[in-house]
């Protein structure tokens, strides 16, 4: 793959299932659902079918800061106190649903997903000039019509795996061998292993100096495909502030985090499942 960094691990067949780019920015109150239709022409020719979901909340990676515990919420993980009545957000889909962009007032998100068992990964140095191109055309579109200005606070990326779990083995079992050391059990005679379980690990992300630059958050839980496959979904999430606040800003935080997000895949699973995936790196 062109321009690939040599040093990061690579499968042949990894389990990955989807990929999300995104950027949050100041809420633009002046982008109604008029300018939606507008906006929808740019991108019409590659994404020519649409969708209305309900928004996302905005959300901020925060440090040095004591937050309650309450309602699910982690310290340090913060939603913004505004609300977004009464605004959808849109989905634009190419033909095939592999690629969706998804736009609302404070979000701009660009998503590759597995539809489709013969479907396969573009890689990541294909859809981040796709997610810059398609991000400028956005900011270009709410600067030309004066709706406001493009400014990111916070971007993410996200890459989503689903792992099957072996006919007759119980997803704690097909997990053990997945992370290996990463899980244990009460050590509960009277129990036994246990039928399933849930991680989560949250990374502080630090500059040179010590600064906090954003989080890596690792999940892993047992679910059921509509297929009725049992599988093990884990999702690698990098979050945080880009610097500078912009969209160039943004593209150096998504190629960083994606660093974080490929060696983490790689440190955090087993030898046994790289040869399942091919590792080739």
């Not at 989560?200 to 009725?228: C, H, M, N, W």
Request: glycine fraction near 8%.
């Amino acid at each position: 793959m062109p321009n690939r960094p040599i040093d990061l691990p690579d499968f042949s067949n990894p389990p990955l299932t989807e990929v999300v780019l995104g950027v949050q920015f100041n809420s633009l109150e002046k982008f109604t659902t008029a300018y939606v239709g507008r906006l929808w022409r740019i991108f019409e020719q590659s994404y020519p079918q649409t969708e209305e979901h309900p928004s996302i909340m905005p959300i901020f990676e925060t440090f040095g800061q004591a937050i309650p515990l309450f309602g699910g919420l982690l310290p340090g993980f913060a939603f913004s106190p505004s609300v977004l009545m009464g605004m959808p957000r849109s989905f634009f889909l190419n033909d095939d649903r592999t690629k969706v962009l998804q736009i609302q007032r404070d979000r701009f998100i660009h998503n590759w997903r597995k539809v489709k068992d013969a479907d396969t990964y573009p890689r990541f140095e294909q859809i981040l000039p796709e997610f810059e191109g398609k991000l400028t055309q956005f900011s270009d579109f709410v600067t030309d019509n004066e709706i406001g200005v493009v400014t990111p606070n916070q971007c993410e990326i996200c890459y989503v795996n689903q792992i099957p779990v072996p006919d007759g083995q119980l997803p704690y079992g097909a997990m053990s061998e997945l992370f290996g050391s990463l899980l244990s059990h009460p050590d509960a005679e009277s129990l036994g292993l246990p039928e399933d379980a849930n991680l989560l690990f949250r990374y502080v992300l630090k500059s040179e100096d010590q600064r906090p630059l954003g989080r890596l958050i690792v999940s892993a839980e047992p679910g059921k495909l509509l297929t009725g496959q049992t599988v093990i979904q884990m999702s690698l999430t990098v979050r945080g502030a880009p610097e500078p606040a912009s969209i160039a800003g943004t593209v150096a935080f998504l190629q960083a985090g994606r660093r974080y997000v490929v060696k983490s895949f790689a440190d955090i699973t087993s030898p046994l499942y790289h040869t399942k995936w091919g590792r080739k790196q």
